[in-house]
C-alpha cells in the first residue's frame, strides 16, 4: 500500500511537470505573437506617416509651392525611391519654375499616386494640370 501512494505522489508530480511546461511554452509562443504583432504595427505607422506626405494632397488643388515642396521631399527623404513621372516634356522645368508664379494667374495642379512598392510604400507621382 505504501508503495502504491508513493508511485501516486510520483504520477502526480510527473503531471503537474508537464502541465507547468505546456503552460511555459503557451506563454512563450503568445508573447512571439504579441511581439510580432508591435512590430508589424510599428511598420505599418512608419508606412502610412511616410505616404500622408503625398496623400494628403490627392484629391486637392496644390500650388506650385506645393509642388516643389513634395517633389523636394521625394528627393531629400529617397530612402524608398520615389520617383516624380513627368508627362510632358517640359513639366519637369514648370514644376521647378518659382520665378515666374503669378499671383493673378494662379495655376493649380493634382497629385496621383502612380505606384507602390511591396512594402505598401508610395513608389511614383505625377502631376497634372
Known amino acids: 500500500m505504501e508503495n502504491a501512494s508513493k508511485a501516486l505522489l510520483m504520477a502526480a508530480g ?3 511537470g508537464i502541465l ?8 512563450l509562443i ?3 505573437n504579441l511581439s510580432m504583432s508591435y512590430e508589424e504595427t510599428k511598420q505599418s505607422e512608419a ?7 503625398f496623400t494628403k ?3 486637392h488643388d496644390i500650388t506650385i509651392h506645393d509642388v516643389v515642396t513634395i517633389c523636394n521631399f521625394a528627393e531629400n527623404n529617397n530612402v524608398h525611391k520615389v520617383t516624380v513621372v513627368t508627362g510632358a516634356k ?3 522645368k514648370i514644376l521647378y519654375d518659382v520665378e515666374k ?3 493673378d494667374n494662379i495655376i493649380t495642379y493634382k497629385l496621383k499616386i502612380k505606384n507602390f512598392t511591396n512594402e505598401g510604400y508610395v513608389n511614383a507621382i505625377s502631376f497634372s494640370r
Open 57 to 59: 494632397y490627392v484629391g
Open 90 to 92: 517640359n513639366q519637369s
Open 20 to 27: 507547468i511546461l505546456a503552460l511555459m511554452t503557451t506563454l
Open 30 to 32: 503568445s508573447s512571439k
Open 47 to 53: 508606412v502610412q506617416q511616410f505616404n500622408a506626405n
Open 101 to 103: 508664379y503669378d499671383k
Open 14 to 16: 510527473v503531471l503537474l
